[in-house]
């Protein structure tokens, strides 16, 4: 290894620790040991990392270390401008960034020939680049801003624009599965690729032979279910040992010195090649002592280095990881994405990574206690099990990166519960145009009296409310939970619901056969339909289908069940952990338990048992018999105080109990006066939550103001709570378009944060669940998810809110 990449790995590994180690050092005075003991843990695995970069003991370290190195130059050489190898790149070294793949997904745009405006490019590389990057970053390339790129790729199948169309053509439509005419075009292009193989020396001929022959194996590899392919491989497997195969690990031609000779390039693509086709290219491919292995060939000509070209770096790259899946048992090519479980490896690795990156955020608050820092630590922990577990049970690569999404997300959405600061600052209390809001707590009684006259001076149209718990509010990821299909229900290859497009139907089934889905995201196509975009649980499939509680209902209960029936023919198991492990005992069908709580374990809920047992929350196996009622107000209250400038209240709950905090004064409970209260809802909500009467004093803006109409629909359960339309003013965001909705209904609202960092906690006992879970408030406008919270989000005249709680 060269003297400065040596020197830039071990000041990137000396420096990663340094800042571990000092915070560690920070936090031990407040860190449990058992969380310390398990960064520790974590580090111990980095330092051996870095301890294999420059050891030439084991070929195998070299290679992981290659592949590093070959990542962080793709990054520095490209840095905005990653394209579709890149991508690819990134994505099975686990490396990729939401930002990268948005910078691959612009140049596979403006670069591909087809999708940019023209027509196929030289040889179809260009599209072959564009599918494997498009499926790696996790792009349908069947609908490109409204462009069928596989459509042209069949279309040039048919007939190939020349030789080397007919390998890249394959390659692309073999990444995944993408209908009948894809599937038609694959095979028939596997028939022409065989007939082009030299029955005599077992070789495909062109003008390189080595790098012909490597790109055939490599698109066979990628279709051994087709006639014929296996034994083709096999013939051209022996047929490079014998013909191309060179003592020093390379591959050259000796009949063709001029295109023949050996070269790096040609090395990469053939060691790629071989180790698609199952070939453990860490052993020489001759048993003569003489003869290196072909990746410690690659190895040794530094491929990866600084200052290599970037296709070069890329290539081999791609090679290395190709070598270490098919070492680590992988079968075929990394880039049949839907075949094989290509993406695992790596992506265990990163969410264990993730996990670790997060335990030190946790560590290093200064402002939590050791008691919540062990809480978020444990959740992380149990996120990380739930996820590495669906991880190791997926069978495609596709699959595996969904997974590793979506548990990177919830880890990251772990939060911790802050303490009370020491000195707290008074908030402005806010005068929102004669709306009705509620107001921060005061946070002493000299703060409380100012508060009066900072309300009058305040410019601000956007109440503030202060947070108890730290981190940003979940969004995107959010959406994601398992729900089970109601009725019958079809799967579209993309969101434009066409009948090219199905890809399945699943049949209406009884409760215990209910197909279950992972709930990926929510929008609304072109044809106007709420859509989901989904994956099915069982057979790892991806795609869209309409959304709504006719078809789809939630999987686990999460309210609360008090006692349950099991309704599984094979019954249930009781388990001593929260992971349902350490089996305690079977419960047969029909068997009725009693239930503590419902316990939140990642997406998929569990029951804890009176007797301290955990069983399965999944509505499947068991079924309630009964569900805790609540106590509710059926009229809101009348506030008899108000200060200046603003009229303050608590508004209604519909379920749960109610506990009112304030952090000075306390508020006379006769007389109604709620200044400097937050009211907020402790137990989940019924299942079925009754509407309180609505106020005597409907919100209206002022009269002297310009004023927009918008409608607004907040959904609970598979139900409407409530539906209407409100007139605020003007420049107003979401969150007051909400806040005055929840007045006029009467409905309790509670949020927290300001502007960009306002997050609705709770509507009618409808509340976000503990930091960690998917438990919350999703918003949408005109159909569309904004990029930002309520309180950021400009409305315009007509626009139309919908609220919808996601548990």
């Not at 591959?251 to 698609?276: C, I, P, Q, R």
């Not at 090679?319 to 079968?331: I, P, V």
């Not at 209407?724 to 007045?743: T, Y």
Request: with cysteine.
């Amino acid at each position: 290894m060269k003297r400065k990449q040596f020197l830039y790995w071990f000041s990137i590994v000396l420096g990663i620790f340094l800042i571990f180690f000092s915070g560690g050092n920070s936090s031990r005075a407040d860190a449990a040991s058992d969380f310390s003991s398990a960064i520790s843990t974590g580090l111990t695995e980095i330092a051996q990392q870095g301890s294999q970069i420059d050891s030439g003991a084991d070929t195998a370290s070299d290679v992981d270390s290659a592949i590093s190195a070959g990542l962080a130059e793709i990054i520095a050489q490209k840095g905005s401008k990653i394209d579709a190898w890149d991508a690819t790149c990134l994505v099975f070294g686990d490396r990729i960034t939401d930002l990268q793949a948005q910078y691959a997904y612009k140049s596979i745009l403006n670069n591909n020939d087809f999708l940019s405006g023209g027509s196929q490019g030289l040889n179809g590389i260009s599209d072959v680049s564009a599918v494997n990057g498009l499926v790696a970053i996790g792009k349908d390339p069947t609908n490109v801003n409204g462009k069928n790129l596989v459509a042209n790729i069949v279309k040039d199948a048919n007939n190939p624009a020349s030789d080397y169309s007919i390998v890249n053509d394959l390659e692309a439509l073999s990444t995944g599965s993408y209908g009948q005419a894809s599937e038609t075009a694959r095979t028939s292009l596997t028939k022409k690729l065989i007939g082009m193989q030299d029955q005599k020396t077992g070789l495909w001929n062109g003008f390189d032979k080595v790098d012909y022959t490597a790109r055939a194996i490599l698109a066979l590899s990628m279709n051994t279910n087709q006639p014929g392919a296996a034994d083709a491989l096999n013939t051209a497997v022996k047929a490079v040992s014998n013909h191309f195969y060179q003592e020093n690990g390379g591959f050259a031609d000796s009949s063709n010195t001029m295109y023949g000779a050996e070269n790096v390039y040609n090395d990469v693509t053939m060691t790629n090649a071989l180790a698609s086709a199952g070939v453990n290219v860490y052993v020489p491919l001759k048993e003569k002592t003489d003869y290196i292995a072909p990746v410690q060939r690659v190895l040794d000509q530094h491929p990866v280095s600084a200052g290599n070209r970037a296709m070069l770096i890329q290539q081999a790259t791609l090679a290395f990881e190709q070598a270490r899946f098919t070492r680590n048992g992988g079968k075929g090519s990394i880039f049949a994405f839907n075949q094989t479980d290509a993406a695992k490896y790596g992506e265990i690795v990163s969410i264990k990574a993730a996990a670790i990156t997060k335990k030190w955020s946790i560590i290093n608050d200064p402002q939590a206690t050791a008691a919540a820092k062990s809480d978020a630590l444990n959740l992380v922990d149990q996120i990380l099990a739930t996820y590495v577990s669906k991880l190791s049970a997926d069978s495609t690569s596709s699959a595996a990166i969904a997974d590793r999404a979506a548990g990177v997300t919830a880890i990251n959405h772990v939060t911790v519960s802050h303490a009370a600061p020491a000195t707290p600052v008074t908030p402005p209390t806010v005068t929102n145009n004669n709306v009705t809001v509620v107001n921060n707590p005061a946070s002493s009684s000299s703060a409380s009296s100012s508060s009066a006259a900072t309300s009058t001076s305040s410019s601000s149209s956007v109440p503030i409310s202060t947070p108890t718990v730290s981190g940003k509010p979940v969004k995107k990821a959010s959406h994601r939970s398992i729900v089970y299909a109601l009725t019958t229900v079809k799967l579209y290859r993309s969101s434009n619901f066409t009948k090219s497009n199905l890809t399945k139907t699943y049949k209406k089934r009884a409760r215990i056969n209910r197909p279950m889905f992972l709930v990926i995201s929510q929008q609304t196509n072109k044809q106007g339909h709420a859509i989901y975009r989904v994956k099915d649980m069982n057979l790892g499939k991806t795609g869209y289908t309409l959304s709504g509680s006719k078809y789809f209902a939630h999987a686990y209960y999460s309210a609360k069940v008090t006692r349950i029936k099991v309704i599984y023919p094979k019954g249930i198991n009781e388990y001593g952990k929260v992971n349902l492990t350490s089996k305690k005992r079977h419960v047969k069908k029909n068997a009725s338990l009693s239930v503590r709580k419902v316990v939140n374990y990642g997406l998929s809920n569990r029951m804890q048992l009176t007797n301290g047992r955990y069983i399965t929350a999944n509505k499947k196996f068991i079924l309630a018999t009964k569900i805790k009622k609540s106590s509710q107000n059926t009229r809101p209250s009348t506030p008899t105080a108000t200060t200046t400038g603003t009229s303050t209240s608590t508004p209604p709950t519909n379920s749960g109990s109610t506990a009112t905090t304030t952090t000075s004064s306390k508020p006379t409970a006769t007389t109604g006066t709620t200044t400097g209260t937050t009211t907020t809802t402790n137990n989940s909500p019924s299942t079925t939550p009754t509407l309180p009467v609505a106020p005597t004093n409907p919100v209206t803006p002022s009269n002297d103001a310009k004023t927009i109409t918008t409608t607004i629909s907040i959904h609970a359960d598979g139900a409407t709570i409530a539906s209407g339309s409100i007139k605020v003013n003007s420049g107003a965001s979401a969150l007051d378009a909400l806040q005055a909705f929840a007045q006029q209904q009467g409905l309790a609202l509670t949020y927290k944060g300001s502007g960009a960092t306002a997050y609705v906690t709770g509507i009618n006992g409808y509340n976000a669940g503990p930091a960690g879970t998917m438990t919350g408030w999703l918003y949408s406008v005109n159909g569309t998810e904004p990029g930002s919270s309520m309180g950021a989000y400009t409305l315009k005249d007509g626009d139309s809110i919908s609220m919808t709680y996601n548990k």
